[in-house]
């Protein structure tokens, strides 16, 4: 409990700023109801206190994280099943079910979304899966990693809010979902990194134009930069996609189980094994699942959430096996840079929907990491990055520890390009043989 009290002191700080910024804005603003579509309020995921939808992301009672809530739309499923198959092929298909205003999909962004579920069935046989296995390949948006869907929300609520640079701290993909998505947007951006990254993100975060940053130090101490930031006049008119549109931000993950479900012909399955970095994936993915179920969209069915940590950086993981329901913040130190985050913001939630479910949460180690993306590549010509090489990694640890029954239907997902980490595997992948151009060289290589 230590652990937690000492999370919320240092987020005591911006809580109280977060209190004056909705006193301020309360008479001022006119209603942004219709801008936000279905959403009608952000409401504290742990004592329930609703406040108007503004840029905060903690309760003004307990410091909790603040979440959307919705009035979503009630009445005939098939109605709104047949309205999102009619819609584009992008995340904007859900939109009556996000905090977006509805001709959000005339306005410049990315769209992002509607990436393709793979049937992995050369996986499945090697991993020994008789129940069916589904790679949600998400390298396939616009920036190469599922980033995408959570800045294209946030991006809509700082036009909302009339914010004018677009910031985020990142470890890698985020900075370089900000750069393009501000670009199009016509945003100012400016963004901050661990100076040490892979070269991919780091140019990947800088080629759009916008101002990178690179903070001497690793994620946790970015962050809590930007924290700094944004209770500065500095930071007056930024929107930090993950600190203070943070709830906006983490509903662009529900569209990850909207797809998967309406792509398994609107059904649920049985398990899917989701990389934790700072837990909002997976518990966003979580809420995704219950709303298809409030709303009749799917049949209701018990599924199991699992979690993917890098043994490097496995807070998370560590108190699950402890049957501890705090996290223990770590020093992250692994291949896997995009999950190094050493103090997980919603690792308790993680443990809570892992254990409600019936899932778990495991770990892998950096080669085997490694074994896994080159597995993945080996069996479905899908290259992944660290983070997708940790799921995968895991999944075949769950199954080998009887974890995860292989009797079931089981989605993992891929949430980046291998394009971004060539390093990872660079060491130990490359020419089978370099020979002389003549067919002689090529039957003395073995090869003919
Ligand atoms: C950010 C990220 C995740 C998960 O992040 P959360 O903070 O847990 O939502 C997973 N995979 C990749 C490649 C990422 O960049
Ligand atoms: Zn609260």
């Not at 329930?48 to 909790?64: M, S």
Request: proline content about 7%.
């Amino acid at each position: 409990m230590a652990i937690v009290a000492a999370g919320k002191m240092r987020r005591k700080g911006l809580a109280v700023m977060a209190v004056q910024t909705i006193d301020n804005t309360t008479e001022a603003t006119p209603d942004t109801g219709p801008a936000f579509g279905p959403a009608v309020a952000l409401s504290c995921r742990e004592c329930g206190e609703r406040v108007p939808l503004g840029p905060v992301f903690a309760c003004q009672e307990c410091f909790g994280p603040l979440e959307v809530a919705y009035d979503l739309p009630t009445g005939d499923p098939e109605a709104l099943r047949k309205q999102i198959e009619s819609g584009p092929a992008n995340i904007w298909r859900y939109a009556p079910l996000l905090p977006v205003p509805a001709d959000v999909v005339d306005k410049p962004n990315l769209n992002p979304g509607w990436t393709k579920l793979v049937k992995a069935d050369n996986l499945a046989r090697e991993l020994g899966v008789t129940g069916g296995l589904y790679v949600k390949d998400d390298s396939g948006n616009p920036t190469h990693s599922f980033k995408d869907r959570v800045v294209a929300i946030a991006l809509e609520a700082a036009r909302t809010f009339g914010l004018k640079t677009l910031s985020c701290s990142s470890t890698g993909n985020l900075a370089g979902a900000v750069g393009a998505a501000a670009a199009r947007a016509g945003f100012r951006s400016c963004v901050f990194i661990p100076h040490d990254l892979e070269a991919g993100k780091v140019v990947m975060a800088a080629v759009y134009g916008g101002e990178l940053v690179g903070i001497e130090g690793n994620y946790d101490d970015v962050n809590r930069f930007c924290s700094e930031l944004i209770g500065d006049p500095i930071g007056e008119d930024w929107g930090f996609v993950n600190v203070n549109l943070r709830p906006y931000y983490g509903e662009g993950s529900k569209t990850l189980a909207y797809e998967i479900c309406e792509q398994l012909g609107w059904r649920l399955p049985d398990q899917i094994v989701i990389p934790i970095a700072s837990g909002s994936q997976l518990t966003k993915i979580d809420k995704g699942l219950q709303e298809l179920i409030k709303l009749g969209l799917v049949e209701e069915k018990p599924y199991k959430i699992y979690g993917a940590q890098a043994e490097g950086c496995s807070p998370v993981s560590a108190a699950f096996k402890a049957g501890h329901d705090v996290v223990r913040p770590v020093k992250p130190d692994t291949i896997a840079k995009s999950l190094a985050i050493g103090n997980p913001a919603d690792g308790p939630y993680v443990l809570d929907i892992a254990r409600r479910t019936g899932g778990a949460v495991e770990d892998v180690t950096d080669e085997q990491c490694v074994a896994a993306i080159k597995l993945l590549a080996r069996t479905e010509g899908i290259f992944a990055e660290t983070a997708g090489g940790v799921t995968v990694g895991v999944l075949k640890k769950l199954i080998e520890t009887g974890q995860l029954d292989p009797a079931l239907e089981t989605v993992v997902l891929n949430t980046g390009d291998g394009l971004k980490t060539l390093d990872a595997v660079a060491p130990t992948t490359g020419p089978t043989a370099v020979i002389r151009p003549t067919l002689a060289a090529f039957r003395e290589a073995g090869l003919a």
